[in-house]
């Protein structure tokens, strides 16, 4: 296992972190979580060098992280560092977030929480945050010694990560990013500007959500024509762990042979190590992915609201993200979403609404009905 140091942190920290948030369930089907093989893959984890583990209080129905906690007995607190996160939607005033840091404190079994994250913020949580004394709070409880690094995890615009990681004395940030991600988030800017300002960075989303784990066909090619063989997902991580300001990177894994590639991955990856022809190569495996793009829908909402009631942009996301990765629609988040919330192209009125408003000047009632019949279908 390789490990990287920063300044901010006192110990080095694992590259290859394992994520608490996809156990799985045993084959009864009565739990959400097999407890037993989930103390199992983390213990695996542990002793093949793995030091960072990563949870949160709303991770498998607020299981995970007494799952962790009973992983950690017997001395493997000692060898790890724990991270989890405080999300503001359970929390209103200092108190609350007093009581739910000693409530995650009780399920992990532990004195000190390593890592402390406001979970999944953008600038308007973080404002909300600071409403209600969260700044303070961290401060507080790092002086007690019940948190030893004030974080916070990220979804938002690159302008909201820009404020916020300049707005505080931060000691890490947890970012989505992978090779798709580099102009979505933070992306690349974000990364390179909390190495400026040397904050470590903690990856999330590394795969994608398992998308980038298998490459279509023609991504597949690429990656075959390669002199050097590597797996989908050894490219990833590869070119992740290239940047020298990513401390970890989080890989959820269910099965004991993930646990096991993913140590062999992380042992020969590397800050700066790839070579130009491997770095032209991922370049081109990003063009060929954003090549099977169905619809250049940039998401800008100028088409909404609909009259009708059609979530516009979220069917374009739902059909470029099933073209894009091979998803099968059912396990598709947008498309699920569309028809549990009735907002699908059956409700298009056919007004032309959208198409006058739209800056890309997209063809888009025929475009939703295509999109539709493909999903519906499974012929994408």
């Not at 020298?244 to 190590?273: H, K, W, Y």
């Not at 198409?355 to 295509?370: G, N, T, V």
Request: net charge negative; aromatic share 10%; hydrophobic share 35%.
């Amino acid at each position: 296992m390789k490990y990287r140091k920063f300044a901010k942190i006192e110990k080095p920290a694992s590259i290859f972190g394992l994520g608490c948030m996809r156990f799985n369930g045993p084959a009864s089907g009565d739990s959400i979580i097999d407890e037993e093989k989930a103390v199992k893959l983390i213990r695996q984890a542990i002793d093949g060098g793995v030091t960072y583990l990563d949870t949160a209080y709303v991770y498998l129905d607020k299981t995970s992280e007494i799952v962790l906690g009973k992983a950690l007995l017997d001395g493997y607190r000692e060898k790890v560092t724990i991270a989890t996160k405080m999300p503001l939607e359970h929390v209103h005033n200092y108190e609350e977030m007093e009581a739910l840091l000693n409530s995650e404190l009780a399920k992990l079994q532990t004195d000190y929480i390593d890592f402390y994250l406001m979970h999944g913020i953008d600038r308007k949580k973080w404002e909300q945050f600071k409403a209600i004394g969260a700044d303070r709070f961290f401060e507080d409880k790092k002086k007690e010694g019940k948190i030893r690094y004030k974080c916070f995890s990220f979804h938002g615009s690159y302008e909201d990560f820009e404020y916020i990681i300049k707005d505080y004395d931060w000691d890490m940030v947890q970012i989505q990013y992978n090779f798709m991600d580099i102009d979505h988030q933070a992306g690349t800017k974000g990364l390179k500007l909390a190495g400026e300002l040397g904050i470590p960075v903690v990856i999330m989303e590394g795969l994608l959500g398992g998308k980038l784990a298998k490459a279509p066909e023609n991504v597949q090619a690429l990656y075959d024509a390669f002199p050097v063989k590597r797996t989908p997902v050894e490219w990833a991580f590869r070119w992740l762990a290239n940047n020298p300001e990513i401390m970890t990177v989080l890989s959820g894994c269910n099965e004991p042979e993930q646990i096991e590639e993913n140590l062999r991955i992380f042992d020969t990856v590397g800050a700066n190590i790839m070579s130009g022809e491997e770095l032209d190569l991922m370049s081109e495996v990003r063009n060929a992915y954003n090549a099977r793009t169905k619809i250049g829908c940039t998401g800008c909402k100028y088409c909404m609201p609909c009259p009708g009631g059609v979530d516009i942009p979220r069917v374009f996301a739902a059909w470029n993200e099933c073209s894009l990765y091979c998803d099968d629609p059912e396990s598709n988040w947008n498309y699920q979403e569309l028809i549990r919330l009735g907002m699908t192209p059956k409700n298009c009125l056919q007004c032309g609404e959208c198409m006058k408003a739209c800056p890309q000047h997209l063809e888009i009632i025929d475009s939703l009905q295509l999109a539709w019949k493909q999903m519906t279908e499974g012929t994408i």
